[in-house]
């Protein structure tokens, strides 16, 4: 089936024809309507987009240098497959800067800024109650998000937001992590305690540990590409890298 994509039809109207057309699909493989392994081509994305190839040569150049495609011949790429080493990589970045991101917000978040972490906190735990693993997902995105923002430190968001898309769509494995709803939960409020009572050694401690525990649990359900199952059809449980 061919691919599809969202809202190109105000492509040509777009200031910078580049910036949209990697917008569009980094969202596509984000989404996973790519999926790890499969090629993507330049002529062919250019004709799908009713673009030129010099902006999809150029958003393909950047998708690579983050990681989330990689050349496979000329002027063809594929979405990135994740190794383990990879993961093991990923998530001991992810565990210092993510950790960093929490001791910032302890030293600085506000009044409003700890009502909305308390809001996520309540919101997980709706839908942990509702076994609604998808937007479980979504709202652990948004925490990370809030810790970044909070950190006021361009450069770390940058970094928390490349290394989750990797962690987000460039997964061979279709993940099941049992159990890891209820344990996130307790972890996130755990963190968002110890970011309101301004005890940055903790949150940053904390929010460390829980980085390593995706890690293990990840780890663990961990397959070789051979055995990959496609991602197409997974379940809502599937989706939860917590």
Same mark, same amino acid.
């Given at each position: ?65 983050? /990681?989330?495609?990689? /050349? ?7 979405? =990135? ?66 810790? /970044? ?17 990797? =962690? ?20 996130? =409020? ?29 780890? /663990? ?22």
């Amino acid at each position: 089936m061919e691919k599809t994509f969202e809202r190109v039809q105000t492509l040509e109207e777009h200031v910078s024809k580049s910036e949209r057309v990697y917008d569009i699909l980094r969202e596509s493989i984000v989404k996973r309507r790519f999926v790890a392994g499969e090629k993507l081509v330049e002529r062919d994305l250019a004709r799908k987009l009713k673009v030129s190839k010099t902006p999809v040569r150029e958003a393909l150049s950047r998708l690579e240098r983050e /990681g989330l495609i990689e /050349g496979s011949s000329y002027r063809s790429f594929s979405v =990135t497959q994740l190794s383990e080493r990879d993961i093991v990589e990923i998530y001991d970045i992810r565990e210092i800067a993510n950790g960093l991101a929490a001791r910032c917000a302890a030293n600085k978040a506000d009044k409003k800024q700890i009502e909305q972490l308390y809001s996520i906190i309540q919101s997980f735990r709706d839908h942990v109650k509702r076994n609604d693993l998808r937007s479980y997902n979504s709202l652990d995105i948004e925490f990370h998000n809030l810790l /970044g923002a909070i950190s006021e430190n361009k450069r770390l968001r940058e970094i928390m937001q490349l290394l989750r898309n990797q =962690t987000r769509v460039l997964m061979t494995t279709s993940v099941t992590l049992l159990g890891r709803a209820e344990a996130s939960l307790s972890e996130h =409020t755990k963190i968002v305690d110890a970011i309101a009572s301004q005890e940055a050694d903790l949150a940053e401690r904390l929010t460390r540990e829980h980085i390593r525990n995706v890690k293990r649990a990840v780890l /663990g359900t961990f397959k070789k590409p051979s055995e990959v199952q496609p991602i197409i059809g997974r379940s809502k449980e599937s989706q939860a890298l917590l």
